[in-house]
Nanobody
Framework: QVQLVESGGGLVQPGGSLRLSCAAS????????MGWFRQAPGKEREAVSA???????VYADSVKGRFTISRDNAKNTVYLQMNSLKPEDTGVYYC???????????????WGQGTQVTVSS
């Protein structure tokens, strides 16, 4: 069955970095766009970044220049490199897979369980 497993979250100080990974299985990874979403406490889930099957990337304005999304099709894994982290980046980060590049939740068929990122001093 389809599985998306996120890892790499944790507690980091403001200005620090983290790299999230999402390992995919159960579908043809190469054919899918992958997205990263996050949900802060008390807020709705929002799109962070997405990458198409041919590596075209999009970012939310709030993370442009700080976050980088990438994928390794040989490893069926998508990454989110997060630099210059801010307290407002705190939340549960989810990866998702869908047939086309989008920053909309409804475009994604498969979702991981999420990994917690906390940015605090």
């Amino acid at each position: 069955q389809v599985q998306l497993v996120e890892s790499g979250g944790g507690l980091v100080q403001p200005g620090g970095s983290l790299r999230l990974s999402c390992a995919a299985s159960g579908f043809t990874f190469n054919n899918y766009a992958m997205g990263w979403f996050r949900q802060a406490p008390g807020k709705e889930r929002e799109a962070v970044s997405a990458i198409s099957s041919n590596t075209y990337t999009v970012y939310a304005d709030s993370v442009k220049g700080r976050f980088t999304i990438s994928r390794d099709n040989a490893k069926n894994t998508v990454y989110l490199q997060m630099n210059s982290l801010k307290p407002e980046d705190t939340g549960v980060y989810y990866c998702a897979a869908g047939p086309a590049l989008s920053m909309r939740e409804y475009a994604y068929n498969y979702w991981g369980q999420g990994t917690q990122v906390t940015v605090s001093s």
